[in-house]
């Protein structure tokens, strides 16, 4: 069993900053791409950030120069770190992963998401 759980949402201003992470735990051999979506009530969710594992990143044009993506490849974990936030940022942020374990190439976990509401 694989577990990807976020952490770090909450309620922040307009034109903060916010720090969102994700833990991916359990029986795995390799992590590859993780990435951060996010989903604002009944629209699609979208992609905001990847990085893979060799550290390689891309962004979404409406966070660009604004969030940061980064990971710890010992810890199992991902960051995105929110500058700059606008209201619509406010969303549900999901972390994927793509990973692979003794019997699957590649599989991908999701985590529960984590809000994120920009207000005042």
């Known amino acids: 069993q694989v577990q990807v759980v976020e952490s770090g949402g909450g309620l922040v201003q307009p034109g903060g900053s916010l720090r969102i992470s994700c833990t991916v735990s359990?029986?795995?051999?390799?992590?590859?791409?993780m990435a951060w979506y996010r989903q604002a009530g009944e629209n699609q969710r979208e992609l905001v950030a990847s990085?893979?594992?060799?550290?390689?990143?891309n962004y979404s044009d409406s966070v660009k120069g604004r969030f940061t993506v980064s990971r710890d490849n010992r810890r199992n974990t991902a960051s995105l770190q929110m500058n700059s936030l606008k209201a619509d940022d406010t969303a549900t942020y999901f972390c994927?992963?793509?990973?692979?374990?003794?019997?699957?190439?590649?599989?991908?976990?999701w985590g529960q998401g984590t809000q994120v509401t920009v207000s005042s």
């Open positions: 994927k992963v793509d990973l692979q374990d003794l019997t699957r190439p590649v599989f991908v976990r």
């Open positions: 359990g029986s795995f051999y390799n992590i590859y791409t």
């Open positions: 990085i893979t594992s060799s550290g390689d990143t």
